[in-house]
């Protein structure tokens, strides 16, 4: 018999066998104290009596393996069938070894790397008794005032997909069944990286073009890549929030993306519902989740309470019963209904923070350090240099989200520095907020040849409910940036932060001579130090080019690469006085979506196409040549301008990328295809390729590219 077949036997028969209450029972995931959790929970006792009634499916934010083993053997012995809970969490960027935050990570445009750092948080996970990790985050975001921007790929749709898709491929590997194996929960469906003014938690309203187009990519390449769980949003999608929303969740997910796995609440988002004012009490919580598709409630218990009074109706009996099928199908895929226990080790620590995980989170931090602004970097063994700022002496670099870290495991940077030979110094000058003090600062600069500044937003400045108006450096930073460079040394600036920060007033000291490096280091994991001092001194070449554009000022915001155009641009030589424009600063980003130096210097040049016109594909190359003594990495980035369409088209969409490593001096002929349906734009909610011309544009950013035109007949 097939594998398949024996499993549909095995649910059928279990589910002939259960109650309406053991159903419902499976489609509710609670708390059980003592986790890491993000709202209100229950009283433990309470949890252990309804996991006794078959009334648990599930546990999230449990992470002491003694706890998860008595609750599975709670589940499995003590109730009527049997039936083994899934046990969740939030390992966004990692669980015990903590890789970059995903919003560094996607600066890495490494899809592979961020695959295999997905792949160590998957057996960290599972040998920590979680079967199942809620991440990837797909929420496309333009707006660096929401603090969840941290958790996300960024601005661009084709980038975000990638990453889903490798992290999917990092955390399932090919089977579940398996101590290496976790499954993934994508999220937050949908729209939620589009709040309105960044407020974490607002409304959402964008036209269905736009969500199909940009906000929905990301979770059709999860539903591709069999992503086992889909988490709904705590936001309104056009008016209505997306845990009752049928349109999101039955007609685009569930069949027009054929998701066949299960469909979560965020946590508490069902009872929300009340206060979104959609539902007047539990009751109508439990009829309108249910009919709009939800099959597992995180931590709101509308269906255990209030489901069985509607389960006389046939249509919300086979809901119910698709739901629980779902559920088991995962629990099944799992390996659990066969081992409950796999994975759920008592000596659970000899299965962190191995050495090769560690090597893989520091290839990553390295990949992840985005190089902005440079005439100094690296610095020579020989430099005297100090290191000054809130962040030298902090172990908390690793970032908001960080599974369950133990900052003990992570060094700070001066703890890092006294691994080395350097010569080097450090002062504090301030904490991130407060306490400036430069007393005995004068005397060290003085005695040292090179600065090493390091500011920015404390690591739990971004992540859930952390949205921000002001993106500034906090005024006690600026205060020790001008006294630091009052002294005319050369002075490297280097930025932690969880989101774009504001760096026009940093950029205009740069062109000003005063500064004379800055490097984003983002939140970069447990190997954050060593990463930033061996990237620092050229042991590593920065190669991360920025996956979100940076605005010169709030009031740019949102800002993002692939706008449409306005019937007023900046070029084709209409006068000042009728550019779309602001009075106050430009159109365009500070530094702009896929821009970041190297060490090396690349030059493109000769973009050649085989045709102009474009049938079934179109194959083109480009020249790039490292015109440096650095071997490195470089990222060329590819994009199209569709130039005649119905609607009016984005100036710029990324279509391609391809990350090599050059040698010094070393020229390559890159090779690209891009194919007819990679041209795909959603027009009316049809699919749709435009016939006509198009920009091909080609270059290490996507301001910086070279341009040739094809026709699409
Ligand atoms: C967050 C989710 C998270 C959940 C469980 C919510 O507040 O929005 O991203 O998975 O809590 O911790």
Not at 134 to 142: G, H, I, K, T
Not at 324 to 349: A, Q, S, T, W
Not at 593 to 610: A, D, E
């Amino acid at each position: 018999m097939k594998k398949e077949e024996k499993k549909n036997i095995f649910i059928d028969e279990l589910i002939n066998k259960m109650t309406i209450e053991e159903k419902i029972g499976q489609m509710y995931e609670s708390t059980y104290t003592n986790g890491f959790i993000t709202g209100p929970e229950f009283e433990n006792d309470d949890v252990i009596k309804l996991i006794k009634k078959g009334l648990v499916g599930s546990i999230i934010g449990q992470y002491d393996n003694e706890v998860i083993y008595q609750l599975q053997k709670t589940a499995v012995e003590e109730t009527r069938l049997h039936i083994p809970l899934f046990f969740a969490n939030d390992i966004i960027h990692g669980c015990r070894t903590i890789f970059p935050i995903p919003l560094a990570l996607a600066c890495t445009w490494n899809p592979k790397l961020v695959e295999n750092c997905a792949a160590v948080a998957a057996k960290e996970s599972r040998n920590s008794g979680v079967q199942l990790v809620f991440s990837p985050v797909a929420d496309l975001a333009r707006d660096p005032r929401w603090g969840r921007v941290m958790e996300g790929y960024g601005e661009d749709p084709y980038l975000a997909s990638k990453m889903t898709r490798s992290l999917i491929r990092g955390y399932q590997g090919k089977e579940l069944y398996n101590e290496n194996t976790v499954a993934a929960c994508v999220k937050h469906y949908a729209g939620y990286g589009a709040v309105s003014g960044g407020r974490d938690y607002n409304s959402v309203d964008m036209s269905l073009d736009t969500f199909y187009n940009y906000y929905l990519p990301p979770f059709m390449e999860a539903t591709k890549n069999d992503v086992k769980m889909v988490m709904t949003s705590f936001n309104t999608f056009n008016g209505i929030p997306a845990t009752c929303n049928s349109f999101l969740l039955r007609d685009i997910l569930k069949k027009k993306l054929k998701f066949k796995g299960v469909v979560i609440s965020d946590y508490t988002a069902s009872d929300e519902l009340i206060k979104h004012k959609v539902c007047k009490d539990e009751e109508e919580v439990a009829y309108k989740s249910i009919m709009a598709g939800l099959d597992h409630e995180m931590v709101s218990r509308s269906y255990i309470n209030q489901l069985k009074k509607f389960s006389n109706d046939e249509k919300i009996l086979n809901y119910i019963n698709d739901s629980v099928r779902r559920i088991l199908n995962l629990k099944y895929d799992l390996g659990l209904f066969d081992n409950p226990y796999l994975g759920i080790h008592i000596d659970f620590e000899k299965y962190w923070l191995l050495p090769a995980y560690l090597d893989q989170a520091y290839l990553a931090a390295n990949e992840s350090i985005t190089l902005l602004e440079n005439r100094i970097l690296p610095l020579n063994k020989e430099d005297h240099v100090l290191f000054i700022g809130p962040f030298i002496d902090t172990k908390r670099l690793v970032g908001a989200w960080a599974g369950k870290v133990d900052h003990n495991y992570c060094k700070s940077l001066i703890e890092e520095l006294a691994n080395t030979n350097y010569h080097y110094d450090y002062f504090k000058g301030c904490e991130i907020n407060s306490d400036f003090n430069t007393k005995g600062l004068e005397e060290k600069i003085l005695k040292n040849d090179k600065i090493v500044l390091l500011l920015g937003e404390d690591q739990w400045e971004s992540g859930e409910n952390k949205s921000k108006t002001n993106l500034e450096l906090s005024d006690i930073q600026y205060q020790l940036l001008d006294y630091v460079i009052k002294f005319n040394k050369p002075t490297i600036l280097l930025i932690h932060a969880g989101r774009p920060l504001i760096l026009s007033r940093i950029k205009k000291l740069y062109e000003e001579r005063k500064i004379d490096a800055v490097m984003y280091n983002w939140f970069l994991g447990t190997m954050s130090s060593k990463s930033i001092i061996h990237t620092l001194y050229g042991i590593n070449n920065p190669s991360a080019k920025l996956t979100m554009s940076f605005p010169y000022n709030v009031g740019q915001i949102p800002i993002y690469y692939n706008h449409l155009p306005t019937g007023r641009p900046k070029e084709n030589g209409i006068s000042d006085d009728y550019r779309t424009r602001y009075l106050d600063a430009p159109n365009d980003a500070l530094y702009p979506f896929g821009y970041g130096l190297s060490y090396s210097k690349f030059i493109y040049k000769n973009l050649i196409l085989k045709s102009e016109i474009l049938e079934k594909e179109l194959s083109f190359s480009i020249e790039v040549l490292n015109d440096s003594s650095y071997a490195g990495y470089e990222t060329i980035e590819v994009y199209i301008e569709c130039m005649n369409d119905i609607v009016s088209r984005p100036i710029n969409e990324l279509k391609n990328f391809k990350k090599l490593w050059f040698l010094p001096h070393e020229t390559k002929v890159v090779e690209f295809v891009i194919k007819r349906n990679d041209l795909n734009y959603v027009v009316n909610s049809k699919n749709h390729i435009a016939c006509g011309t198009y920009g091909l544009k080609v270059g290490p950013n996507s301001i910086d590219t070279i341009v040739k035109y094809f026709t699409v007949k």
